[in-house]
Protein backbone atom coordinates (compact mmCIF):
# COMPACT_ATOMS: atom_id res chain seq x y z
CA UNK A 1 0.00 0.00 0.00
CA UNK A 2 1.19 3.36 -0.67
CA UNK A 3 1.46 5.94 1.84
CA UNK A 4 2.13 9.76 1.87
CA UNK A 5 5.66 9.78 2.53
CA UNK A 6 6.14 7.34 -0.16
CA UNK A 7 5.06 9.58 -3.02
CA UNK A 8 8.43 11.21 -3.37
CA UNK A 9 9.70 7.64 -4.31
CA UNK A 10 7.62 5.86 -6.47
CA UNK A 11 5.98 7.41 -9.49
CA UNK A 12 2.93 6.77 -11.03
CA UNK A 13 1.13 10.07 -11.72
CA UNK A 14 -0.11 8.69 -15.42
CA UNK A 15 -2.11 5.95 -14.25
CA UNK A 16 -4.71 8.66 -13.11
CA UNK A 17 -5.61 11.76 -15.56
CA UNK A 18 -2.80 10.69 -18.06
CA UNK A 19 -0.52 14.03 -18.18
CA UNK A 20 -3.52 15.90 -16.01
CA UNK A 21 -1.90 15.83 -12.13
CA UNK A 22 -4.70 14.30 -10.15
CA UNK A 23 -2.43 12.40 -8.02
CA UNK A 24 0.01 14.91 -7.46
CA UNK A 25 -2.89 17.53 -6.38
CA UNK A 26 -3.73 14.51 -4.26
CA UNK A 27 -0.40 13.77 -2.74
CA UNK A 28 0.47 17.83 -2.09
CA UNK A 29 -2.84 17.88 0.05
CA UNK A 30 -1.94 14.62 2.01
CA UNK A 31 1.93 15.61 2.76
CA UNK A 32 0.70 19.16 3.71
CA UNK A 33 -1.47 17.10 6.79
CA UNK A 34 -5.10 18.25 4.56
CA UNK A 35 -7.62 15.68 5.84
CA UNK A 36 -9.52 13.98 2.59
CA UNK A 37 -13.19 13.45 3.14
CA UNK A 38 -14.09 12.66 -0.16
CA UNK A 39 -12.81 12.58 -3.79
CA UNK A 40 -15.31 12.24 -6.84
CA UNK A 41 -14.15 12.26 -10.72
CA UNK A 42 -14.76 11.16 -14.37
CA UNK A 43 -11.63 9.26 -14.95
CA UNK A 44 -12.80 8.18 -18.71
CA UNK A 45 -12.17 10.11 -21.76
CA UNK A 46 -14.18 7.43 -23.07
CA UNK A 47 -17.08 7.70 -21.04
CA UNK A 48 -16.99 11.04 -20.80
CA UNK A 49 -17.73 11.37 -25.16
CA UNK A 50 -20.30 8.64 -24.49
CA UNK A 51 -21.98 10.40 -21.99
CA UNK A 52 -21.63 14.06 -23.41
CA UNK A 53 -22.80 12.46 -26.55
CA UNK A 54 -26.07 11.24 -24.59
CA UNK A 55 -26.49 14.82 -23.56
CA UNK A 56 -26.83 16.33 -26.80
CA UNK A 57 -29.69 13.48 -27.88
CA UNK A 58 -27.29 11.13 -29.85
CA UNK A 59 -28.85 7.37 -29.05
CA UNK A 60 -26.66 5.22 -27.11
CA UNK A 61 -26.13 2.30 -29.61
CA UNK A 62 -24.98 5.73 -31.91
CA UNK A 63 -22.57 6.77 -29.51
CA UNK A 64 -20.64 3.29 -28.67
CA UNK A 65 -20.50 3.05 -32.33
CA UNK A 66 -19.09 6.44 -33.15
CA UNK A 67 -16.23 6.00 -30.28
CA UNK A 68 -15.31 2.19 -31.84
CA UNK A 69 -15.13 4.03 -34.82
CA UNK A 70 -12.82 6.79 -34.20
CA UNK A 71 -10.87 4.88 -31.72
CA UNK A 72 -11.57 6.35 -28.53
CA UNK A 73 -12.93 2.76 -26.81
CA UNK A 74 -10.71 -0.50 -26.81
CA UNK A 75 -10.98 -2.96 -29.40
CA UNK A 76 -13.68 -4.44 -27.04
CA UNK A 77 -15.56 -1.66 -26.19
CA UNK A 78 -17.08 -3.23 -22.88
CA UNK A 79 -12.97 -2.95 -21.62
CA UNK A 80 -14.41 1.03 -21.25
CA UNK A 81 -18.39 0.38 -20.82
CA UNK A 82 -18.00 -2.46 -17.56
CA UNK A 83 -16.03 0.52 -15.74
CA UNK A 84 -13.01 -1.53 -14.66
CA UNK A 85 -10.25 1.02 -16.06
CA UNK A 86 -12.29 3.29 -13.79
CA UNK A 87 -12.38 1.21 -10.76
CA UNK A 88 -8.98 0.67 -11.31
CA UNK A 89 -7.89 4.59 -11.66
CA UNK A 90 -10.38 5.37 -8.18
CA UNK A 91 -8.45 2.14 -6.55
CA UNK A 92 -4.99 3.98 -7.06
CA UNK A 93 -6.38 7.21 -5.52
CA UNK A 94 -8.34 5.43 -2.44
CA UNK A 95 -4.43 3.60 -1.65
CA UNK A 96 -2.92 7.03 -1.89
CA UNK A 97 -5.42 8.03 0.50
CA UNK A 98 -4.28 4.91 2.58
CA UNK A 99 -7.61 2.92 2.44
CA UNK A 100 -6.92 -1.08 2.38
CA UNK A 101 -9.07 -1.64 -0.74
CA UNK A 102 -8.65 -4.52 -3.22
CA UNK A 103 -10.40 -4.92 -6.68
CA UNK A 104 -12.34 -7.09 -5.43
CA UNK A 105 -13.86 -4.67 -3.05
CA UNK A 106 -15.22 -2.05 -5.59
CA UNK A 107 -17.97 -3.16 -7.97
CA UNK A 108 -18.26 -1.16 -11.05
CA UNK A 109 -21.53 -0.41 -12.64
CA UNK A 110 -21.02 -1.87 -16.36
CA UNK A 111 -22.96 -0.04 -18.93
CA UNK A 112 -24.27 -3.13 -20.95
CA UNK A 113 -26.35 -6.14 -19.54
CA UNK A 114 -25.38 -9.61 -18.95
CA UNK A 115 -26.76 -11.25 -21.95
CA UNK A 116 -24.54 -9.59 -24.07
CA UNK A 117 -21.13 -9.66 -22.27
CA UNK A 118 -20.52 -12.69 -23.91
CA UNK A 119 -20.98 -11.53 -27.72
CA UNK A 120 -18.15 -11.22 -30.25
CA UNK A 121 -17.69 -7.04 -30.84
CA UNK A 122 -19.91 -6.77 -33.87
CA UNK A 123 -23.23 -8.59 -32.56
CA UNK A 124 -22.48 -6.21 -28.82
CA UNK A 125 -22.61 -3.29 -30.97
CA UNK A 126 -25.39 -3.95 -32.94
CA UNK A 127 -27.41 -5.39 -29.55
CA UNK A 128 -26.91 -2.05 -27.93
CA UNK A 129 -29.69 -0.84 -29.70
CA UNK A 130 -31.79 -2.67 -27.03
CA UNK A 131 -30.84 0.48 -24.50
CA UNK A 132 -31.41 3.20 -26.36
CA UNK A 133 -34.46 3.83 -24.71
CA UNK A 134 -33.20 2.95 -21.53
CA UNK A 135 -30.23 5.71 -21.55
CA UNK A 136 -32.85 8.50 -23.68
CA UNK A 137 -35.25 7.88 -20.29
CA UNK A 138 -32.42 8.11 -17.90
CA UNK A 139 -31.15 11.18 -19.98
CA UNK A 140 -34.47 13.40 -19.71
CA UNK A 141 -34.65 12.50 -16.10
CA UNK A 142 -31.69 13.73 -14.77
CA UNK A 143 -32.72 16.67 -17.47
CA UNK A 144 -36.10 17.50 -15.70
CA UNK A 145 -33.92 17.86 -12.07
CA UNK A 146 -31.15 20.42 -14.25
CA UNK A 147 -28.62 17.98 -13.62
CA UNK A 148 -26.57 15.53 -16.29
CA UNK A 149 -25.47 11.32 -16.45
CA UNK A 150 -22.01 10.94 -15.85
CA UNK A 151 -19.79 7.70 -14.94
CA UNK A 152 -18.29 8.40 -11.27
CA UNK A 153 -16.00 7.26 -9.03
CA UNK A 154 -16.72 8.45 -5.11
CA UNK A 155 -14.35 7.68 -2.53
CA UNK A 156 -15.64 8.26 0.91
CA UNK A 157 -15.83 7.20 4.68
CA UNK A 158 -13.49 3.84 3.58
CA UNK A 159 -15.43 2.59 0.75
CA UNK A 160 -15.10 3.34 -3.01
CA UNK A 161 -18.55 3.61 -5.44
CA UNK A 162 -18.06 3.74 -9.34
CA UNK A 163 -21.27 3.94 -12.03
CA UNK A 164 -23.48 5.63 -13.35
CA UNK A 165 -24.75 9.38 -11.57
CA UNK A 166 -26.81 11.99 -11.93
CA UNK A 167 -24.83 15.19 -10.64
CA UNK A 168 -25.83 19.12 -11.03
CA UNK A 169 -25.44 20.68 -14.38
CA UNK A 170 -24.11 23.28 -12.98
CA UNK A 171 -20.89 22.49 -11.71
CA UNK A 172 -18.12 21.69 -12.75
CA UNK A 173 -18.20 17.66 -13.25
CA UNK A 174 -22.01 18.78 -15.01
CA UNK A 175 -19.72 20.99 -17.23
CA UNK A 176 -17.75 18.59 -18.72
CA UNK A 177 -17.80 18.17 -22.24
CA UNK A 178 -16.14 15.36 -24.34
CA UNK A 179 -13.52 13.14 -23.34
CA UNK A 180 -11.95 15.40 -20.87
CA UNK A 181 -11.24 13.89 -16.61
CA UNK A 182 -12.05 15.41 -13.72
CA UNK A 183 -11.41 15.00 -10.15
CA UNK A 184 -13.15 16.76 -7.02
CA UNK A 185 -10.92 16.95 -3.56
CA UNK A 186 -12.98 17.57 -0.89
CA UNK A 187 -11.08 17.96 3.09
CA UNK A 188 -11.09 19.95 5.74
CA UNK A 189 -9.41 23.24 4.06
CA UNK A 190 -11.49 22.46 0.37
CA UNK A 191 -14.88 21.59 2.51
CA UNK A 192 -17.16 23.89 0.96
CA UNK A 193 -15.68 24.33 -2.41
CA UNK A 194 -13.65 21.22 -3.29
CA UNK A 195 -10.38 21.51 -5.03
CA UNK A 196 -11.02 20.97 -8.84
CA UNK A 197 -8.15 19.70 -11.29
CA UNK A 198 -9.43 19.06 -14.90
CA UNK A 199 -7.95 18.21 -18.31
CA UNK A 200 -7.22 15.49 -20.95
CA UNK A 201 -7.52 11.89 -19.77
Known amino acids: MTSPSNLSRLRYESTVGAGT ?4 ALGRLLNGGDEVRMIQGTFSGTLGFVMSQLEAGQAYSEVVQEAHRKGYTEPDPRDDLGGTDVARKALILARTMGLKLEM ?6 PLFPDELAQLPVPEFLAGLTSLNAQYEGQVQKARNQDQVL ?10 CEVGLKSVAKLTPMGQLNGTDNLIEIHTDVYRETPLVVQGAG
Do not use: C, N
Open 21 to 24: PMVA
Open 104 to 109: ADLQPQ
Open 150 to 159: RYVATIEDGK
